[in-house]
């Protein structure tokens, strides 16, 4: 049987080749012999790749195609979509890891043997993995998959089995960011974390890619002794991501780990009806009005009230009291409005009276999608027969953890000041009260007509701590911000003409060598207490912030892999969000770990300034042509982003003066940041009676 040809569309062409679409289209109309569109539509038509590569190769436009952009471009090409093409390479994956010895034995094999041999033994790998009603559907035959499956398991030879599928299912996520609602790593290991250690048997009803559950069976909490949980139990509405999410699951933990996998809606359709679990982790969607209100008015999980249509979080939550055992944990993530909706008023009572309901944690902005809003986690143990109801809980503001000058606390610190909290409310039933961060207050003070959960309106302001003094200090540092503000505004603009400079592109000056482009994104932790590098994420890079990000860790059979480090000089660009940000790394930021979404252009000292080409970077129009548009998403095509050719003395005086405004804009930053802080202080202070009213005479009073 002769090999299956791969397809690629004209996106996928801009990527091997490191151009933008516009490009693709030119080489179609200016070269006869370029390859003819064998699928697709007329719009979006699709061409063989091995014919693509040799034409890219002949032109002198493509040198080498890695094996994973081979493998991904297979993947996205697969007759049956690409859900369907990870599923077929999930499960070969899963045969070289759990039955090596069946899988030596393709060595080879012709394509004609792989198609007719691997379904049978690719199914019992599933079946003896994930159970015989795991969600994994592989296609009567293979006879379009065997370039896929012959490079799936080239790259597994060099990466291992799991971190080949969680590149492959990463690639797939990050291509469709509107699809999915993610659960970043860094709250996901403090969901795990709070839920308990040693735990038997996790479930989590609402699993989406796995993330809560990965965390809780392949990392351990540094600073405790954690076990992994034996059995993870998950329930995904979406058939497809289902399937990718068990696949997930069982590459990335431990064999002796169990792992049942089911598809459908948990609340209309429960998989697991008689499991009561040590823990249950949950990330439910949010503002769902189609959750099953009309249908469920009589279900016994409504054990704390019956859910208004509008408060599907509630629904969830109590779903997952009902799957856990007496003493079993339960930690959901849930959005700002749940703890002050009067609609769920009623039920939010009874979880306090029942000494259901432990903690409240309000994470800072920008943890977990949505982005934009201080998202909560509500801890909760559901109460034995015997167990008497708590008399305190536990309210966190984690938004409110210090932290230096304009800069928002890193998650590390947010996640140590949240669990010394838990922990020790946990144990002792009290925890030291930090003023603006956390405090335990008493059911009784909370059972009133608004039952309002949210741990802001419980916490005195921190900005009452210290005093008029330190509101004295503050005002001292931001006049004296003001004044470096003052002397750092650029000088008046020369007026000039339009400039006519001839350009080159990020793609080009990498292949030539004047600079090394690398993503973002890969790179673990052993776990091993080492020391690890904090990540910079694309939301410092924006915010102009050190960085705050946590490194996953590695899963138990696959060593850790080296991320990304930064380096002072780099500049790194943010690829999500629309806007013109390029940022040049200094010596405090140096070392950190390159996040998903950030890319890190390193230029070479002889051909580059690293401010000229972060200053031009910058240019709106630079970035309107580099930008590309999925839906409401907009991402930027690094390779495309342009800088004039300039000799070197050029680009100094141009890097020197895009210096200069990176100064002044961090002088801004730090100056609104203080402004912001004495302003919020004195009005705390005046409304408390810290401050007093008195001060100069005001002309021009009320009469």
């Known amino acids: 049987?002769?090999?299956?040809?791969?397809?690629?569309?004209?996106?996928?062409?801009?990527?091997?080749?490191?151009?933008?679409?516009?490009?693709?289209?030119?080489?179609?109309?200016?070269?006869?012999?370029f390859p003819k569109p064998v699928g697709g539509t007329e719009t979006s038509p699709t061409f063989e790749l091995t014919a693509v590569e040799r034409w890219l190769r002949d032109q002198g436009k493509l040198a080498v195609v890695p094996v994973h952009e081979r493998l991904w471009q297979q993947a996205e090409s697969h007759p049956g979509g690409t859900p369907a093409a990870l599923r077929i390479a999930g499960s070969l994956l899963m045969l070289i890891r759990?039955?090596?010895?069946?899988s030596v034995g393709?060595?080879?094999?012709?394509?004609?043997?792989?198609?007719?041999?691997?379904?049978?033994?690719?199914?019992?790998?599933?079946?003896?993995?994930l159970g015989a009603q795991h969600p994994v559907r592989l296609p009567a035959d293979l006879d379009d998959a065997v370039p896929l499956l012959r490079a799936t398991a080239k790259l597994a030879l060099e990466m291992g089995p799991g971190q080949t599928y969680e590149f492959l299912l990463g690639r797939y996520l990050d291509a469709n960011p509107r699809q999915f609602t993610l659960t970043p790593q860094g709250p996901a290991e403090l969901m795990t974390a709070l839920a308990g250690d040693r735990l038997g048997s996790v479930l989590d009803p609402a699993c989406g890619s796995g993330s809560l559950l990965r965390a809780a069976?392949?990392?351990?909490?540094a600073d405790s002794a954690a076990a992994t949980a034996e059995a993870l139990h998950a329930q995904e509405a979406d058939p497809d991501l289902a399937a990718l999410t068990a696949l997930r699951l069982a590459l990335a933990t431990d064999p002796a780990v169990r792992v049942r996998v089911r598809a459908g809606d948990s609340l209309r359709a429960d998989a697991f009806p008689g499991l009561r679990a040590d823990a249950v982790v949950c990330h439910p969607p949010f503002n769902d009005r189609n959750w099953g209100h009309d249908e469920l008015g009589y279900d016994p999980r409504w054990e704390y009230g019956f859910p208004a249509r509008t408060e599907s979080e509630l629904a969830w939550l109590q779903h997952a009291l009902a799957h856990a055992r007496d003493g079993g944990s339960v930690v959901v993530l849930m959005p700002p409005a749940a703890a002050s909706r009067r609609s769920g008023r009623r039920i939010r009572a009874d979880l306090l009276r029942r000494g259901t309901l432990r903690a409240v944690i309000a994470l800072p902005?920008?943890?977990?999608?949505?982005?934009?809003?201080?998202?909560?986690?509500?801890?909760?143990?559901?109460?034995?027969?015997?167990q008497r109801p708590a008399a305190d809980v536990l309210l966190v503001d984690a938004a409110a953890v210090p932290a230096q000058g304009a800069e928002k606390a890193p998650w590390q610190v947010v996640r140590a000041a949240v669990l010394d909290a838990w922990r020790a409310f946990d144990r002792h039933g009290s925890t030291e009260e930090r003023p603006g961060v956390s405090r335990t207050v008493p059911v009784i003070d909370l059972l009133d007509?608004?039952?309002?959960?949210?741990?802001?309106?419980?916490?005195?302001p921190p900005a009452a701590e210290g005093g008029v003094a330190a509101l004295d200090a503050v005002r001292d540092r931001l006049a004296a911000t003001l004044r470096r503000t003052a002397e750092l505004a650029p000088a008046p603009a020369t007026p000039g003409e339009p400039a006519h400079w001839p350009l080159t592109t990020i793609g080009e000056l990498a292949r030539a060598g004047a600079l090394v482009m690398r993503?973002?994104?890969?790179?673990?932790?052993?776990?091993?207490?080492?020391?690890?590098?904090?990540?910079?994420?694309e939301h410092d890079v924006i915010a102009g912030t050190g960085p705050t990000g946590v490194l996953p860790a590695a899963a138990q059979d696959a060593p850790a892999e080296e991320p990304v480090l930064t380096e002072a000089g780099d500049v790194v660009v943010p690829v999500l969000g629309g806007g013109a940000v390029a940022r040049v790394v200094d010596a405090d930021t140096a070392g950190a770990a390159l996040g998903r979404n950030v890319y890190l252009l390193r230029p070479d000292p002889a051909a580059l300034d690293p401010w000229f080409l972060a200053g031009f970077l910058r240019g709106t129009a630079n970035n309107r042509q580099a930008s590309s548009y999925a839906s409401t998403a907009t991402r930027l095509d690094v390779r495309r982003l342009q800088v004039p050719r300039l000799a070197a003395a050029d680009q100094r005086r141009y890097g020197e003066r895009f210096r200069t405004l990176a100064r002044f804009e961090e002088a801004l930053r730090q100056a609104a940041h203080l402004g912001e802080q004495l302003v919020q202080g004195l009005h705390d202070g005046l409304t408390d009676g810290t401050v007093r009213p008195d001060g100069p005479a005001v002309e021009g009073g009320a009469g």
């Open 98 to 102: 759990e039955r090596p010895a069946v």
């Open 365 to 386: 902005p920008g943890a977990a999608p949505p982005y934009g809003i201080p998202l909560h986690l509500w801890v909760l143990r559901r109460p034995g027969a015997d």
């Open 1 to 33: 049987m002769a090999e299956q040809a791969s397809e690629v569309t004209a996106a996928g062409i801009a990527r091997l080749a490191g151009v933008g679409r516009a490009a693709v289209s030119n080489w179609r109309r200016r070269h006869g012999d």
């Open 519 to 537: 993503a973002g994104g890969p790179g673990t932790t052993a776990g091993d207490g080492a020391a690890v590098p904090a990540v910079l994420t």
């Open 449 to 460: 007509d608004d039952v309002d959960l949210a741990p802001a309106r419980h916490l005195p």
């Open 217 to 221: 069976a392949v990392t351990a909490p």
């Open 106 to 129: 393709y060595t080879g094999c012709s394509d004609a043997e792989l198609a007719a041999r691997l379904p049978g033994d690719m199914e019992a790998a599933l079946t003896a993995r």
